[in-house]
């Protein structure tokens, strides 16, 4: 390994990352982390904080979960790689298959397609989606429905239906036939409406609208994060997920459940879906699915796709990826999900969530620079940054980044994303760890 001096020098140097400027990524390189611990990350500098980022909100049972990495290693020395494309398969993903469709059985699901992550788990999506409406006969059904400040991750088709421009600009022309509904988002939305339940009601007539527009019998699909996540944490009024999957069904359209964050445990529930009452046709499932310890994803499909590809010997999936059940994979998300269930971590995610999210609200009280506070569905809080609340200007990237720098050197690794300061600690979070998290936000926002 080379010496901690080599590493810094080339350090935003030789790797281009995700998300950021590689000129940025020079003149300001990243954080070296190279140790953790529970739901602690220590840097190249012996510096050790409170992950409240969960590594990108996959590490939901922490850094020094034993199962998992036992049955990895177990796994390598087992069987490390074998195909499931046509002809073979391997024991630990059947026996993953079964574990998943008992899990999501609740929420109408019980095959899966397995990924190698989240952007593939959309992409599988979508492909399923098209296929399903021809193989119905109904071939003209292509296009996409999806909601602004969706994320959907980077893949071709996954960022056609994203509803961020700055996933999407640098890369256009992306995939004809998708369009956009405005978002449950109370604190800025078109129609200046700021009550949830009415905002719900304006967004659902939106989609109705499109839909009339469009044609019910152009549209595919709808995909949407029951809580957007990386758009800043955004949950709707309860009533909006039922209203969208009645919209859905009446217009012959198929609700995709982009649950690559929500899924195994994090807002409170087992998955978004069950938080909202509502039964998807497909969900996306990723990240915590492996507690972030190897690149995995599932999307799990319901009767009326697994009735039409399991009767039809033409329904022949082109689509699949070279890691689709890698055993050390099927091998992690199996302990990942014994462990989750062992230890319910929607209690704790649900507690430790009301902690962190009413001790958002009362940082709101002491610091002029939190505009919106959001979250109370289990660990997933945001606080959007402004520089005027009148206004709502959003705050500039230099303080923004004040904040999250001076948070860390106060004990907590937290995420910026443009105005949003988000929070998604693991799910074995302490009160301990919460009010550690709580308190170098403080510390962060007294210094911007
Ligand atoms: C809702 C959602 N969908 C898809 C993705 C893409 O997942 P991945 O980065 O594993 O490809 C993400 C990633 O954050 C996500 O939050």
Redesign the pocket.
């Known amino acids: 390994m080379k010496d901690s001096n080599f590493l810094k020098e080339n350090n935003g140097r030789l790797m281009w990352h995700p998300m950021t400027s590689p000129k940025d990524s020079i003149d300001n390189p990243p954080k070296i982390i190279t140790g953790s611990d529970g739901v602690s990350i220590t840097d190249i500098d012996g510096h050790r904080v409170v992950d409240g980022v969960g590594g990108?909100?996959n590490v939901n049972l922490g850094y020094s979960c034993r199962p998992v990495k036992d049955a990895i290693t177990t796994q390598l020395d087992r069987l490390p790689y074998y195909s499931t494309f046509r002809g073979t398969s391997n024991d630990v993903a059947i026996e993953l298959s079964y574990e998943l469709g008992e899990f999501f059985k609740p929420d109408g699901l019980s095959r899966a397609f397995f990924t190698s992550?989240?952007?593939?788990s959309?992409e599988t999506s979508l492909r399923l989606a098209r296929q399903y409406h021809k193989l119905r006969g109904e071939p003209g059904r292509v296009k996409f429905l999806s909601l602004k400040k969706g994320?959907?991750?980077?893949h071709v088709g996954?960022a056609s239906v994203n509803g961020n421009a700055n996933f999407r600009n640098a890369y256009e022309p992306l995939l004809p036939g998708c369009y956009h509904i405005p978002a449950p988002y109370t604190y800025r939305n078109p129609f200046n409406e700021t009550d949830p339940e009415r905002l719900a009601q304006l967004c659902a007539a939106a989609l109705e609208d499109e839909i009339a527009f469009q044609g019910a019998n152009t549209i595919a699909a709808m995909i949407m994060?029951p809580i957007l996540?990386?758009g800043g944490v955004i949950p709707p009024h309860k009533s909006f997920a039922p209203m969208v999957r009645e919209i859905c069904n009446r217009n012959g359209i198929l609700l995709i459940t982009?649950e690559?964050?929500t899924a195994y445990g994090r807002t409170g529930a087992w998955s978004g879906a069950r938080l909202w009452g509502i039964q998807p046709d497909m969900m996306?499932t990723?990240?915590a699915i492996t507690n972030g310890y190897f690149p995995f994803?599932a999307v799990m499909l319901g009767d009326k796709l697994i009735e039409l590809f399991e009767d039809n010997p033409d329904a022949k999936i082109g689509h699949g990826y070279t890691y689709s059940g890698h055993p050390v994979g099927a091998a992690a998300a199996l302990a990942c999900l014994a462990e989750t269930k062992r230890l319910n971590v929607i209690e704790n995610a649900a507690d430790r969530g009301t902690q962190l999210y009413q001790g958002c609200l009362k940082l709101m009280e002491k610091h002029d620079i939190i505009g919106d506070v959001r979250g109370g569905y289990g660990l997933m809080t945001a606080m959007e940054m402004v520089s005027d609340r009148r206004s709502k200007k959003p705050i500039d990237a230099a303080t923004a980044s004040t904040v999250q720098e001076t948070a860390y050197q106060n004990g907590a690794m937290v995420r910026v994303s443009g105005p949003n300061l988000i929070l998604s600690p693991p799910l074995v979070l302490t009160e301990t760890d919460a009010s550690a998290i709580l308190n170098a936000l403080d510390a962060g926002f007294r210094a911007a």
């Not at 994320?151 to 980077?154: A, E, M, P, V």
Request: with cysteine; glycine share 28%.
């Open positions: 990108l909100w992550g989240g952007s593939d959309v994320y959907h991750g980077t996954g994060e996540g990386a982009d690559v964050i996306c990723a990240k994803g």
